[in-house]
C-alpha cells in the first residue's frame, strides 16, 4: 500500500488527539446534530475547500462540490441537497462559489469533444452564450477566463432562485438568501459577486414563480 495512501490513516488519529485533547465531549457533541447556518456549494476542484477557505468548523456549513459549481434542475444530486438544507437544516444563506483557474469552465471554453463531460459542460457553454457579446468583446483570454467564472456564478445563482423551495421559504421567512462569490486561488481571497437577490427574484417571478401566493401567504398569516 502507497505511503501517501496510508498517511490518510496516520493522520486521522493526530486530528482525533488534537480533538480531543482540546475538548473531551467533542465528538460526542459532533454526533448528536447538524445545524449549519450556510449551504455552500463549489468545485470539485481540490484547491477550494469550503470549511478552510471561511475558516468554518465543522457543523457550521453543509457542503455540495461539483465540476464547476453547476447548478442544473436535471440534476438529482444538487436539487436535493439544495433542498434538503432549505427545508429540514433550514440555512439562512445558499452561497454558490467559483474560482479562477477553474477546470470545469476553461474546458467549457475549448471546442474540443470531452465526451461524457459535454453534457456538463453544456451549462457553462450556454452561460456563455447569454454573455457572448460581453465576453467576445473581451480581448485578453485570461481576463475573458475569470469574467466567464463570474457570470457562471451568477447564472447559477439564478438557477438556485428559481427553485420553488428557495421561493417558498423566502416569502415565509425572508431566508434563505442566495449570495455569489469567486475564490481568488492567486491571493486567497473571497470576491463577493454582490447578487441582488431580491431584485432577481422579482424580475424572475413572472416566468419562474412556483408557488401557489394564496397558500404561501396563508401560511405566513
Known amino acids: 500500500m502507497a505511503k501517501s495512501y496510508e498517511a490518510i490513516f496516520e493522520n486521522n488519529k493526530k486530528w482525533v488527539e488534537s ?6 465531549e467533542y465528538f460526542h457533541q459532533l454526533a448528536k446534530t ?3 447556518e450556510y449551504l455552500y456549494i463549489g ?4 484547491r477550494v475547500t469550503a470549511e478552510d477557505m471561511i475558516g468554518a468548523q465543522p457543523g457550521e456549513v453543509f457542503v455540495h462540490r461539483n465540476i464547476a459549481n453547476v447548478i442544473n434542475t436535471l440534476d438529482m444530486s444538487s436539487t436535493a441537497v439544495i433542498q434538503y438544507a ?3 437544516l433550514k440555512v439562512n444563506h445558499i452561497i454558490v462559489c467559483g474560482h479562477y483557474n477553474c477546470g470545469g469552465v476553461k474546458a467549457a471554453m475549448t471546442s474540443q469533444d470531452l465526451g461524457l463531460m459535454n453534457p456538463w459542460l453544456r451549462n457553462i457553454r450556454d452561460v456563455y452564450r447569454l454573455h457572448q457579446a460581453e ?3 473581451i480581448t485578453d483570454e485570461g481576463k475573458r477566463y475569470d469574467r466567464l467564472v463570474e457570470l457562471n456564478v451568477q447564472e447559477q445563482c439564478i438557477n438556485v432562485i428559481k427553485m420553488a423551495c428557495v421561493q417558498e421559504r423566502y416569502i415565509l421567512e425572508e431566508f434563505p438568501v442566495v449570495h455569489g462569490w469567486v475564490f481568488d486561488l492567486r491571493t486567497g481571497k473571497i470576491i463577493d459577486q454582490e447578487i441582488d437577490f431580491e431584485k ?3 424580475d424572475i417571478q413572472k416566468i419562474y414563480n412556483l408557488t401557489n401566493s394564496d397558500w404561501v401567504m396563508s401560511r405566513k398569516k
Open 43 to 46: 468545485c470539485s476542484d481540490s
Open 86 to 88: 432549505v427545508e429540514h
Open 34 to 36: 447538524q445545524n449549519p
Open 19 to 24: 480533538k480531543i485533547s482540546e475538548n473531551p
Open 200 to 202: 432577481i427574484l422579482k
Open 135 to 137: 465576453l467576445d468583446a
